[in-house]
């Protein structure tokens, strides 16, 4: 999991820092900056498994779109700080891991004599976080004895980019640097590695297209749920029984007047077809949008192997109100679960190179955007979940920031906010949208 992001020079990512929770809500206007955060750790998440330069080639824009602008010029580097909390079994015969590591990357701009740029990985760094600097477990006391039973000892480090150096008790030998590669996504025999990349590649993201998500998929485009949702019924066939049946009793639950839905083969293709209560069956295409990105969102929670994070961009859009709401407190529920409830639990083979070692270690977390009051109002009595994401004036540009919602006083105003004025916020922002 995924306890706290930093990020500076990414889009409108000056200088951010925001602690997750296993659950978190990203609420605010529009142009304030969610999606960014959500892009940022796609980045993270492709630069673990890619070279660097076909990560920022597959994200939103051009490369040089993902730095930062200023004052009509480019930054020159990226910086990411992420912090990690693992917990439960390692495997037999691996000995053991901290649960909680700091893993710190700056991805630089190279200018070559040719006035041609190359993006770098100018420093890396992985390493344990020592009881005294871990802040997040001294707010989340909950947390606090998994993180006690497995800090690193004494050892200060994993692996760094500007000494070379791994750990002495996984690799004593100096490593060769690729510049054009971060050490994640270079192949390591060593636990606390994969339990970061697993992480970071473990992530699922969610920006539905309705254009695509109604229409047939292809028999071979299985394996993870597409962003767009665009193989949501070859994803749905792939499905275990028993998984499918999970997602066809969460969608009954949520959409009154939906009895079932199917999987039917067509050529080379799938398609879904919905069951009403009355019998009759409705293509998907002749299905309301909200009940498709229900099902879609519901998909995702059932992936096999689990994702470690699902991001998801305004789930609001086209669900009505009461099921919006009964869908908060679904991914809420969701992500308090652990292992012990789930029927096809088995223990970790012996084999620290699985990828993702960790992926039937956690609950799967949900980080979400949003704009909407109905979630606001459904998480008014855990305001512990939700940030306000806003914009502030820094080095001369609007930044995004993240605030915990909570009692607001003029002393932590820059911290905190209170969910009565994110509602007003949030009313004159859709009034001047409409006017």
Not at 100 to 116: A, F, K, P
Not at 231 to 251: C, I, S
Not at 256 to 270: A, L, T
Not at 382 to 395: C, G, Q
Request: charged letters at 25%; a negative charge.
């Amino acid at each position: 999991m995924i306890t706290r992001l930093e990020v500076d020079g990414f889009k409108s990512l000056l200088g951010f820092a925001v602690d997750l929770e296993p659950f978190t809500v990203f609420i605010g206007p529009n142009g304030a900056g969610k999606s960014n955060i959500l892009e940022a750790l796609g980045l993270l998440s492709r630069l673990a498994s890619e070279p660097i330069v076909d990560a920022f080639r597959h994200g939103r824009g051009r490369p040089s779109d993902q730095f930062t602008h200023l004052g009509g010029e480019v930054a020159q580097e990226i910086r990411f700080g992420v912090e990690f909390l693992f917990w439960g079994p390692c495997p037999s015969g691996a000995g053991t891991t901290a649960s909680r590591l700091r893993y710190e990357l700056v991805i630089e701009r190279s200018q070559q004599d040719s006035g041609t740029e190359r993006l770098i990985a100018r420093h890396e760094e992985l390493r344990y976080i020592g009881r005294d600097e871990d802040t997040w477990i001294g707010s989340h006391p909950e947390f606090a004895n998994v993180a006690d039973s497995f800090r690193g000892g004494d050892r200060q480090f994993v692996a760094t980019r500007d000494s070379t150096v791994l750990d002495p008790d996984v690799s004593p030998q100096p490593v060769r640097v690729d510049p054009h590669r971060t050490f994640l996504a270079q192949s390591r025999e060593s636990i606390p590695f994969n339990l970061a990349t697993g992480n970071l590649r473990g992530c699922q993201w969610i920006r539905l297209d309705l254009a695509n998500l109604a229409g047939p998929s292809d028999r071979v485009d299985t394996g993870a749920l597409r962003p767009d949702g665009s193989n949501l019924p070859t994803v749905l066939a792939d499905l275990a029984p028993r998984l499918l049946g999970e997602v066809r009793a969460d969608l009954v639950a949520l959409v009154p007047g939906i009895s079932s839905f199917f999987v039917v083969p067509e050529g080379e293709s799938f398609r879904v077809e919905f069951e009403l209560s009355g019998g009759e069956r409705s293509p998907a295409r002749l299905t309301s949008d909200g009940t498709l990105r229900l099902l879609a969102l519901l998909t995702s929670l059932h992936l096999r192997p689990r994702p470690q994070l699902i991001g998801i961009e305004e789930p609001e859009n086209g669900i009505y109100p009461g099921r919006l709401r009964a869908l908060v407190d679904l991914l809420l529920h969701e992500t308090q679960r652990r292992i012990h409830e789930e029927a096809e639990h088995t223990e970790q083979i012996a084999d620290t190179k699985a990828d993702p070692l960790v992926c039937d270690f956690v609950p799967t977390q949900i980080l979400l955007t949003t704009h909407s009051l109905v979630i606001l109002a459904a998480l008014r009595e855990h305001p512990t979940h939700l940030r306000y994401v806003d914009t502030v004036h820094r080095e001369g540009r609007r930044a995004s920031r993240a605030r915990r919602v909570g009692r607001a006083s003029k002393e932590n105003r820059h911290l905190v906010i209170s969910a009565r004025e994110i509602e007003q916020l949030l009313d004159v922002a859709k009034s001047e949208a409409i006017g």
